[in-house]
Structures are given as C-alpha cells and as structure tokens.
C-alpha cells in the first residue's frame, strides 16, 4: 500500500509555522486592546414617547338635575377616543349628593367631599380635566383634545389581583420614565359601574333605575396618594393593598391610577379588578 506525504518546503517548517501563528495573534491581542473612548461605547437611546390618556375627575350628585347631562358627555368622549383614553370618575360629593337634610346618599364618600372643597366647586356639574382647574362639561371636549396631542413622561401599568375569599385586593403597579425626571404623586383609586340607584334628571323627573357608572368608592394609598420621583429610562414597581367593603361588586371594579403635580396629571391609566392587562 503506497502512502503520501505532503512535503514541506525546508523554508517552512513546523518551528517557524509556530512562530508565525504567534505573531499573528499577539497582533490581534494589541488591537483588541487599543483604548476606546467611554463616549464610543455606548449610545443612549430615548425611550419611546408613551401617549397620553385624560382623567375627568366628575363632581356630582343624585339630587343634580343636570348632573346627567354630564354623565352623556363623558360617555360621548369615551365612545370617541376610548374608555381606556377618557378615564372618567364620578365623585358624588357636596350637597346634591345628600338629603335636603344633610343625610349622605350611599354613593357618597367623605374623601370625594375632601376633593370637592380642595378644588372649590361652586356649582354641580363641574368637573376637573387632568387637574387643570374646575370646568363646565361643554368645555370639556375642547381640553381632552388639547390634552390628548401632548406626549406623557412616562408609562404606567396596573396589575391588580383580587381575592374573594378576604376581599383583600393586592395591586401592582410599575411605572417607566420616558422623558426627563418627573415628581409628584402616584394616586390609586377604586371606581364601580353598574350601580342601580336613583337620580334626579333633567326634565324634573326622579330615575329609580338609573345606571351610575364610574363612582368613585375610595382611595387605596391615602387621600392625596403617594411621593414619586421616576427618571428618564428607569423603572419602579410598587405594591399597595386594600380590603373591598362588603356592598362593593368586585366583578364590576377598576382601579384607577394617575401621576400628578403641580402642573396638572402626567398619566392615567386603569385596569378590571378581574382582568389584570399586564404586557
């Protein structure tokens, strides 16, 4: 059986081969080890822009006449840019939400009255656009727009789980800075829909079967809710609790959540006590 060598010319032998071999790579080695300036290393990227959602914070009560007239405007602007864009609260408060006597309707609470003398309300109906100041309800369709094509600071998102059980709702919020450094306060607050109830209309009239969606039940972190200080690209998450009253259908329950400061609400968003939208 013949065997085949290849031959190695005398010029190149293993030795020098080997040499060779090293020198290339302690080459590499000094160029991959030539400084690179820190502001070559990294390039920041700004995080996307996040849309705004508008808060309408609605003052009203069962013995307001026009109070529904209201309630069909905040429906008409939720129809036309969403439910989860137009976050409506109805906070029954102040004297058309009691007796001629003084006596507390049921969808009346005493932290609703405590926002209805902070913003000095006059007059119902009377609502308050992403804490901008009191406004008459056909002005408002005018400041949602103008709200809506400004940009937010920063996204935020609710994750509440509910416990039928203990009636203990534990609520996970995470929020992300999208432009600069944003301070103020994280408020959470529990809203229900489908409440049978009367309520005094418009044509002088008393509705025992009127529907009230959005009432505004209570806070879950205090009335005047929580200090944040969230910076462009960071995130937080924070956890917060609250015992469901026993006359208040889960099933029928939002938590809604907003950043404000001075200048008015940063965001808003919301989220089904039994429908966590978590991304």
Same mark, same amino acid.
């Given at each position: ?29 000094? @160029?991959?080890?030539? &400084?690179?300036?820190?502001? *070559? $290393? /990294? ?5 996307? !822009?996040? %849309?705004?959602? +508008? ?65 000095? @309300?006059?007059?119902? &109906?009377?609502?308050?656009? *992403? $804490? /901008? ?5 056909? !002005?408002? %369709?005018?400041? +949602? ?135």
């Amino acid at each position: 059986m013949r065997k085949y060598f290849h031959h190695i010319p005398s010029f190149l032998n293993v030795r020098s081969l080997t040499g060779a071999v090293s020198s290339a790579l302690m080459a590499l080695m000094l @160029v991959a080890c030539d &400084p690179v300036d820190e502001a *070559d $290393r /990294l390039i920041y990227v700004k995080p996307v !822009s996040a %849309s705004r959602n +508008v808060l309408i914070e609605d003052f009203t009560g069962q013995r307001c006449v026009n109070c529904p007239n209201a309630t069909l405007e905040i429906e008409r602007l939720m129809a036309q840019y969403g439910g989860d864009t137009i976050i409506a609260v109805g906070i029954h408060s102040g004297p058309f939400a009691k007796s001629v006597r003084g006596v507390p309707y049921s969808l009346y609470t005493a932290e609703g009255d405590e926002y209805f003398n902070y913003w000095k @309300v006059e007059s119902q &109906p009377k609502g308050v656009v *992403d $804490r /901008l100041g009191t406004s008459d309800y056909p !002005s408002w %369709s005018t400041i +949602v727009r103008d709200e809506l094509s400004k940009t937010a600071p920063l996204n935020m998102v609710l994750a509440p789980y509910y416990d039928a059980a203990s009636r203990k709702l534990d609520v996970i919020v995470t929020i992300a800075g999208t432009d600069g450094r944003t301070q103020g306060k994280l408020q959470l607050w529990l809203v229900e829909d489908g409440i049978q109830a009367f309520q005094y209309m418009p044509d002088g009239s008393t509705n025992r079967e009127y529907i009230h969606n959005h009432v505004f039940r209570s806070s879950i972190n205090g009335t005047w809710g929580t200090d944040i200080t969230i910076d462009e690209g960071a995130s937080q998450e924070m956890h917060f609790e609250k015992t469901l009253d026993e006359a208040w259908v889960p099933e029928n329950m939002w938590v809604v959540g907003f950043v404000y400061n001075d200048h008015g609400v940063c965001q808003a968003t919301r989220n089904r006590l039994f429908a966590p939208n978590i991304p």
